[in-house]
């Protein structure tokens, strides 16, 4: 059964890092695409960062460029995203997702916030 266990949030000030981190079992992980979600109080689900099965290619939102980076070891079957220069405006559930899979975890809360 595929599971997808994120961890890593917290409460940060504005200009501080996080490194969420998401454990992936009962699939094969270097076959498939991996992606980080985030969800605000009020808002839709967005889609945050996207890494290819051999994390040869990565894609962020506009948002977040520059300052966030998805990876991912394939050995641990792990994925990563380092947020950095956080803002206000990421506080948000973070989720990882696996492209097929069509469920969700509990995901892990990031509040940036002086």
């Known amino acids: 059964q595929v599971q997808l266990v994120e961890s890593g949030g917290g409460v940060v000030q504005p200009g501080g890092s996080l490194r969420l981190s998401c454990r992936a079992s009962?699939?094969?992980?270097?076959?498939?695409?991996m992606r980080w979600y985030r969800q605000a109080p009020g808002k839709e689900r967005e889609l945050v960062a996207t890494i290819t099965n051999t994390g040869a290619s990565t894609t962020y939102a506009d948002s977040v460029k520059g300052r966030f980076t998805i990876s991912r070891d394939n050995a641990k079957n792990m994925m990563y995203l380092e947020m950095n220069s956080l803002k206000p405006e990421d506080t948000a559930v973070y989720y990882c997702?696996?492209?097929?899979?069509?469920?969700w975890g509990q995901g892990t809360q990031v509040t940036v916030s002086s």
């Open positions: 009962g699939f094969i992980f270097n076959a498939y695409t």
């Open positions: 997702k696996r492209m097929g899979y069509g469920y």
